[in-house]
């Protein structure tokens, strides 16, 4: 099995920084990974696939890098919307979630 | 745009057969799509379960394997998820959700609302 790990679990940030979450696999996934945004009580939204690439509507303050076994989410300007859980996921080998992130006001 | 909604017993009880349902409307499941199922524990994380196909092919988790059946109805555009021999370790958010390629890569690009199922006697 492919082990899905985030760091860090929790992120404490203001609005207007610069966040950077990452995600490790414990084998490479070349560049099979998504990340989604969930808030409370909704299901999932998909955010970036194939590792870098915006799905369609997301804003472009999301940016997503890496390949093989190491990833990052980056959002570049946080924005009151964004507080909320990320998770990435790997789609190589099944499909994996890592532990999630939860981005929260500073 | 496609819509799922999934729909089911919200309480079950241990050692029991947890069963959803997963409607899809805005589309045919008859596609080159997947169709996927997808829990969260209560302040937990996300777990994949797994996904079939509309030709009746499937995808589990190992994990899950031995006691879960996904399956299609392509009549009446929906698909299923049984899960054997429940205990509290699966009360979980169901989620049903597509899996479908789009510009080079497959993707969970719709999700249904969710639904709780607790397992209690």
């Known amino acids: 099995d492919i082990q899905m790990t985030q760091s860090p679990s929790t992120l404490s940030a203001s609005v207007g920084d610069r966040v950077t979450i990452t995600c490790r696999a414990s084998q490479s996934i070349n560049n099979w990974l998504a990340w989604y945004q969930q808030k409370p009580g909704k299901a999932p939204k998909l955010l970036i696939f194939k590792a870098s690439s915006l799905e369609s509507g997301v804003p472009s303050r999301f940016s997503g890098g890496g390949s093989g076994t190491e990833f990052t989410l980056t959002i570049s300007s946080l924005q009151p919307d964004d507080f909320a859980t990320y998770y990435c996921?790997?789609?190589?080998?099944?499909?994996?979630f890592g532990q999630g992130t939860k981005v929260e006001i500073k | 745009q496609v819509h799922l909604q999934e729909s089911g017993p919200g309480l079950v009880k241990p050692s029991g057969t947890l069963s959803l349902t997963c409607a899809v409307s805005?589309?045919?499941?008859?596609?080159?799509?997947?169709w996927s199922w997808v829990r969260q524990p209560p302040g937990k994380g996300l777990e994949w379960i797994g996904e079939?196909?509309?030709?009746?092919?499937?995808n589990y988790n190992p994990s899950l394997r031995s006691r879960l059946t996904i399956s299609v109805d392509r009549s009446i555009n929906q698909f299923s998820l049984k899960l054997n021999f429940v205990t509290a370790a699966d009360t979980a958010v169901y989620y049903c959700a597509r899996i479908t390629y789009n510009s080079g890569s497959w993707k969970f690009d719709s999700w249904g609302q969710g639904t709780l199922v607790t397992v209690s006697s």
């Open positions: 079939v196909y509309h030709s009746g092919s499937t």
């Open positions: 996921q790997q789609y190589h080998i099944y499909r994996t």
């Open positions: 805005g589309g045919s499941i008859s596609t080159g799509d997947w």
